[in-house]
């Protein structure tokens, strides 16, 4: 039974962060993700956000990936997915027009012009994750299914995210020293994105808000495609460090203290302890905690807010806003955040209160992750494109066409 357990398709995807590294394998049944193993290990081999030691990294990738293994498995068993975080990410929009004569449009031209879009998509020394279509226009008119309209003219519009092909090489070889090989990598925000958003909300028009340790991942969808993404270096240690500084403790202690007693709506003037540099605990008003907290979230959102708003698009589309990450854990975050974005704001993760990752936000980007591992094969033409396999990508993006527009 065992082994015909083992050839069915199985998957491990890795969210590799500043702070941590969670990896869970899983199987699919009845379209469902059953997870067969679960781990996260303490990060290391990052400064400042940036990846500096990738033989740290590599160690605890291979830790979590032990650790999560079931007895009688090996990588062997699995496809391995993971994301991957560039804060110089670069995202184009592109438009590609063809001449396609005076009879209708056919599944050939679909082709031709996925294949130019896609190919004409790349920039020199970066790295496409993805190629996204948002729509086709035909007579100067916008369409989802172009096939049978007559027009002379043919155009595609498509979404690119693009990485630095160092970041990306240098992460590749952290997976590869232990033997492990990246079939997709996906950007963070997007996965987070994946994780916690509704189908309603992306059609509707929704920012999704990733405040991590060392950056808040931006992702905004409109009629249910990504309309604007961006990075921005500020998260939950910006906080810690003031906290820190401010009550003269460690980092350590400074992360305790914001987790345990952390607000952003004004408490009573009442006394907590915290543990300080020395290992001894002293007596604060919780009051003076807030007075450091406070101040640092307001600039982080704003700041965040300012970002979204600069793009003219993402703010007229945006109807509400998802926060996620460890960061968005903290008490009132929403209420604040309302005030600054002026609009509807929800905390992300599971809703379902059996759980494991109930009310756990700062695994959105895994669970993201899985959902966009279990549907690889919408992405397996995009895939062997960032490969160099021209003729493969472009057969298996003819079946994908073939799907899509039977």
């Known amino acids: 039974m065992l082994n015909l357990i083992k050839k069915k398709k199985k998957f491990c995807v890795f969210d590799i962060g500043t702070d941590k590294v969670v990896c869970i394998l899983f199987k699919v049944e009845n379209n469902k993700p059953f997870i067969l193993g679960m781990d996260h290990q303490k990060s290391s081999g990052f400064t400042n956000g940036n990846l500096i030691d990738d033989k740290k990294l590599s160690e ?35 438009y590609i027009e063809l001449n396609t004569g005076k009879l209708g449009i056919t599944k050939k031209d679909v082709r ?42 043919f155009g595609i519009s498509s979404f690119n995210l693009m990485v630095n092909n160092k970041l990306q090489d240098k992460l590749q070889k952290c997976f ?34 990733d405040i991590g340790s060392t950056a808040t991942k931006i992702t905004v969808f409109k009629n249910n495609k990504i309309a604007y993404s961006n990075i921005i270096p500020l998260g939950g240690e910006s906080v810690t ?14 992360e305790h203290t ?13 006394k907590i302890e915290i543990n300080t540099n020395k290992n001894v605990n002293k007596e604060i008003s919780r009051n003076f905690l807030y ?22 698009y993402a703010r007229v589309s945006i109807k509400s806003v998802v926060l996620s990450g460890g960061a968005s854990k903290i008490f009132g975050i929403s209420e604040l955040s ?20 109930f009310n756990k936000p700062e695994f959105s980007t895994i669970l993201g992750l899985i ?31 073939e799907e899509s527009y039977a």
Not at 119 to 140: D, I, W
């Open 112 to 153: 031709r012009i996925f294949k130019k879009s896609v190919a004409e998509s790349r920039l020199k020394g970066k790295y496409l994750l993805h190629s996204e279509p948002t729509h086709f226009r035909v007579n100067n008119k916008i369409t989802e299914n172009p096939i049978g309209f007559k027009s002379q003219k």
């Open 371 to 401: 959902k966009l591992a279990k549907e690889n094969k919408k992405y397996e033409y995009s895939n062997e494109l960032k490969k160099g396999n021209i003729i493969t990508a472009f057969d298996k993006l003819e079946n994908w066409i």
């Open 241 to 254: 460090n003031d906290i820190s500084k401010g009550l003269d403790i460690s980092k350590e202690s400074a």
């Open 176 to 209: 590869r020293e232990k033997k492990i090989e990246i079939t997709s990598f996906f950007e963070t925000g997007v996965a987070s994105a994946i994780g916690n958003l509704s189908e309603q909300e992306k059609n509707d028009g929704v920012a999704s808000i």
């Open 60 to 94: 605890n990738i291979y830790r979590a990936f032990k650790t999560s293994l079931p007895k009688g498995f090996s990588i062997n068993n699995f496809d391995f997915f993971s994301n991957i975080t560039d804060r110089s990410l670069i995202t184009r929009k592109n």
């Open 258 to 270: 914001k987790v345990i007693n952390g607000t952003l709506t004004l408490p009573f003037n009442e």
């Open 291 to 312: 007075g450091i907290i406070k101040p640092r979230y307001e600039e982080i959102i704003e700041i965040i807010r300012d970002d979204l708003f600069d793009d003219l």
């Open 338 to 357: 309302e005030s600054i974005f002026n609009r509807k704001i929800r905390i992300g993760g599971v809703r379902d209160k059996s759980s494991y990752f």
